[in-house]
């Protein structure tokens, strides 16, 4: 097969234990230590502690908290049968955070071709942010 063959054959399937496995162990969420606590199609929940990851003012970073949604939207969007990668998404910050956050990402409508999901981020019971997001299906 030529170069170009081989890059638009369609990958083998991917067990939900392989693709948690391949989002646990990226190296952007290793870096953040992020940690994955619950995964399947249109649904995450990931941790992540603030420590190391503050600003100025002793809070977490905004941007640490959207790496912290978005990865979990990630997850929640490819944990199932196709592969989706993000079109749009929106951050709203309610409240700063000083511990361990929680994000949970939940699908709230899917047309088949693209899936909006909302991912909260909690420190405790608190809500810290709101996430939105919709992600495209670039393959069966």
Request: glycine letters at 12%; one cysteine or more; a negative charge.
């Amino acid at each position: 097969m030529t170069g170009l063959q081989d890059r638009t054959k369609e990958p083998a399937p991917v067990s939900v234990e392989e693709r948690i496995s391949e989002f646990e162990e990226s190296g952007f969420g290793r870096l953040l230590g992020m940690h994955i606590t619950d995964a399947r199609d249109g649904y995450a929940r990931v941790e992540m502690d603030c420590d190391g990851k503050c600003n100025p003012h002793g809070v977490a970073h905004g941007g640490a908290i959207f790496a912290l949604a978005d990865h979990a939207f990630g997850i929640a969007s490819n944990c199932g049968t196709s592969h989706h990668t993000a079109v749009s998404v929106h951050i709203q910050y309610l409240a700063p955070a000083r511990g361990r956050l929680v994000a949970v990402a939940e699908r709230v409508a899917s047309n088949g071709t693209c899936g909006t999901y909302r991912v909260t981020v909690y420190e405790g019971a608190r809500t810290v942010a709101v996430f939105d997001g919709v992600a495209f299906r670039v393959s069966p």
